[in-house]
């Protein structure tokens, strides 16, 4: 097998805005620390990603000390959110499930509802340890994950990116490609894998951490939208469809939960165990 390596990370967080690729993060038993702790959620309390709001590509957030965050968007002055201080949790659904987040503080409203046009709040979870527990037709007890879509960490590969961007210039719509890792907003990216090698990685190794693969990513519509633009198109979902169908999903990327926490870096070998 040839030499496997971390070529990027990258922690998002606020769910569905643009984040930051450090060089180093420690791992957490919930996903990359700093990662998807925080959400937008409309009146109902339904928590809001680029499948509603593609205009999200566009916002930015980098992690600050002790959790808060430091905003940006077009045409919107930078702002700074602080992590709430504990108080009532309120009830936000995520894909139709019940979990509880503290909601930050008005200015955090005011600042997103004024960029997407629409009234909205940002929340924070407090306790990933405890707030949401992983699917529990794959997980195992006591497993948790943060306001991600479903797991808590995402890795992909630049060679199976590289074999969809082949596939994509051979069918019916070539013009959208190539499309940039971006698109699939992984956690940890790997080079020096053989395309959809991901696929069959039940256990790997990175640094000091150890994951469990559970299974394939499924992917939906926010991959179809350009993350500089916040347009959207017919690929990758297309290609996908065609080329990548495992049960009902569409599948990209490998799905991870942590079972022993650490530190990854960028450059770290990535060492399949099973």
């Known amino acids: 097998m040839a030499n496997l390596y971390v070529q990027a990370l990258h922690v998002h967080p606020v769910k569905s805005v643009a984040g930051t690729a450090p060089d180093e993060v420690a791992v957490e038993p919930w996903g990359l620390s ?4 925080w959400a937008l959620v409309d009146a109902e309390g339904t928590v809001l990603t680029q499948r509603q709001q593609p205009r999200l590509a566009l916002a930015h957030a980098r992690p600050l000390g002790g959790g808060g ?3 940006g968007a077009p045409g919107m002055a930078d702002l700074v959110v602080e992590v709430p201080e504990p108080g009532p949790l309120e009830p936000v ?3 139709g499930k019940k979990i509880e ?3 930050a503080a008005g200015a955090a409203a005011d600042w997103f509802s004024a960029y997407l046009g629409t009234g ?3 929340v924070h979870m407090d306790d990933p340890a405890v707030r949401r527990p992983v699917d529990p037709d794959y997980a195992r007890p006591g497993e948790t994950v943060s306001l991600a879509d479903a797991y808590p960490v995402l890795l992909t590969t630049l060679a199976s990116l590289d074999a969809l961007n082949s596939l994509i210039a051979q069918g019916d719509h070539p013009e959208e490609g190539p499309l940039p890792m971006n698109r699939f907003r992984p956690n940890v ?3 020096g894998a053989q395309p959809w090698a991901e696929d069959g990685w039940r256990r790997i190794a990175i640094g000091d951490a150890v994951f469990r693969g559970v299974r394939e990513c499924g992917r939906c519509i926010v991959t179809t939208t350009d993350q500089r633009t916040a ?3 017919k690929e990758p979902l297309k290609t996908l469809a ?3 169908r495992i049960g009902k999903s569409l599948a990209f990327g490998r799905q991870l939960v942590p079972v022993r926490t650490g530190t990854v870096r960028v450059g770290d070998e990535v060492r399949v165990l099973e």
């Open 34 to 37: 700093g990662d998807r702790r």
């Open 69 to 71: 965050v430091a905003l």
């Open 93 to 95: 659904v995520l894909f």
């Open 101 to 103: 987040a503290v909601v």
């Open 120 to 122: 909205v709040r940002l």
């Open 189 to 191: 990216v790997v080079a």
């Open 231 to 233: 347009e959207r198109g």
């Open 242 to 244: 065609k080329h990548r």
